[in-house]
């Protein structure tokens, strides 16, 4: 079945660094994904629509400066968490639309520290 | 407001009984679409069933079936024969508007699920 890798898995870096996080459609042409964040054991806050070829549409509170949302081809979208800061330590995760009607695939997910 | 609600923060179950998640939605959408996924303690979201607003018949697969009660706007996630690989986050989540509308999916916040011998 369709499958959509993140990586890295798990990154930590030091406050101050910019940090990229992929997300591919391995097995199909995604123009639609959506950018996730969880804290733990808290529930998926959605960050950002990131569609393929414009400019990505950020939730309400989510500073698009910070959290740079590319999605440069059909396969790709990345998100890069810019000058990271401690409170940006969280696990984010991805998600595609397939090609079929209505399917929405996960990424495994990356999970930032920034010490 | 909150679109999806998962009243119980915990469960626990026994192996091989049955076990049913609460969750309640609300939306004024005709078309909607309703998603229960599976997060294990690695992190990834594992779909389990989705439910759409104009089927008639609840969803099944396999061991996971969705009371879908949409008068009341529930939509509860059953899981029969419970296993002990079933000890997970569980997460109800709605799509509003069509199927190919591109929406993201808001989620509920879950429902630790414990199964124990």
């Known amino acids: 079945g369709a499958v959509v890798s993140q990586h890295p898995s798990r990154v930590i870096c030091k406050s101050g660094t910019s940090v990229k996080i992929e997300c591919r459609s391995l097995d199909f042409q995604a123009t639609t994904m959506f950018w996730y964040r969880q804290f733990p054991k808290k529930s998926l806050m959605l960050m950002a629509t990131s569609n393929e070829g414009s400019k990505a549409t950020y939730e309400q509170g989510v500073e698009k400066d910070k959290f740079l949302i590319n999605h440069a081809s059909l396969t790709l979208s990345t998100l890069t968490v810019t000058s990271a800061h401690p409170e940006d330590s969280s696990f984010y995760i991805c998600?595609?639309?397939?090609?079929?009607?209505?399917?929405?695939?996960f990424g495994e997910g990356s999970r930032l520290t920034v010490l | 407001a909150q679109k999806i609600t998962q009243t119980q923060p915990g469960m626990f179950v026994q192996e091989k009984e049955a076990v049913t998640l609460d969750c309640t939605y609300d939306t004024s959408d005709q078309s909607y679409g309703l998603f229960w996924y599976k997060q294990p303690s690695s992190g990834e979201m594992i779909f389990l069933i989705y439910?759409?607003?104009?089927?008639?018949q609840n969803a099944t697969e396999g061991r996971y079936s969705l009371n879908f009660q949409k008068a009341r706007k529930s939509a509860n996630l059953v899981i029969s024969a419970s296993q002990l690989g079933d000890s997970a986050m569980y997460f109800c989540a709605m799509r509003e508007g069509p199927r190919d509308s591109g929406y993201a999916l808001n989620f509920g916040k879950g429902t630790s699920l414990l199964v124990t011998p």
């Open positions: 439910q759409g607003s104009y089927d008639e």
């Open positions: 998600s595609a639309r397939g090609q079929k009607s209505g399917e929405l695939f």
